[in-house]
């Protein structure tokens, strides 16, 4: 599936029970990851922070931290990505 400028990304999901982590890649393959969103609820020491990367065929590029965190055990959310042709932005729902 080729994901264009316009096009929207909706991921739906629930928090289970004593959570670590979850991620949401969107890329190629395992190589060329365009978005990786990754919500530590405890993990590698840290606590509802989400971390977003990419990487481009070699090492991650540099990550950014975000400590605003909606997940809650237990809960729904919806992640949601929509692009532009020269960017991206990401809403997070949790419910």
């Not at 060329?32 to 971390?51: E, P």
């Not at 065929?57 to 949601?80: A, D, L, T």
Request: proline residues 4%; aromatic residues 12%; contains cysteine.
């Amino acid at each position: 599936m080729t994901f264009m400028p316009g096009q929207e990304l909706n991921v739906t999901g629930l928090v289970k029970s004593n959570p670590v982590r979850f991620s949401i890649n969107v890329g190629h393959n395992m190589e060329i990851i365009a978005l990786h969103f990754d919500a530590h609820f405890n993990y590698r020491g840290d606590k509802h922070t989400i971390v977003l990367n990419s990487k481009q065929g070699g090492p991650w590029e540099e990550e950014q931290r975000e400590s605003n965190f909606p997940f809650e055990e237990g809960k729904e959310f919806q992640v949601r990505l929509c692009t532009g042709r020269h960017w991206a932005r990401l809403f997070t729902d949790a419910r």
